[in-house]
């Protein structure tokens, strides 16, 4: 049960980040600072942010 990169866009302004889908931290767009994901002991929950693809 590994962990995978995922490719995600953010809701508020569009851009698309690569996370890792088993983040242990609160991560925020690059762009307009808002939080795209939250941890949540295993895989992050995806708050404003949308999947567009897991990666191998």
């Known amino acids: 049960m590994s ?3 995922i490719k995600v866009t953010c809701k ?3 851009s698309e980040s ?3 889908s088993r983040a242990t931290t609160v ?3 690059s762009v307009c ?3 795209l ?3 949540s ?3 992050a929950n ?3 942010c949308t999947l567009l693809e897991a990666m191998e």
């Open 12 to 14: 508020d302004c569009g």
């Open 37 to 39: 994901t939250t941890p």
């Open 33 to 35: 600072g808002a939080i």
């Open 27 to 29: 991560i925020g767009c």
């Open 41 to 43: 002991g295993g895989k």
């Open 3 to 5: 962990g995978k990169f």
């Open 46 to 48: 995806l708050v404003g």
């Open 18 to 20: 690569v996370i890792y």
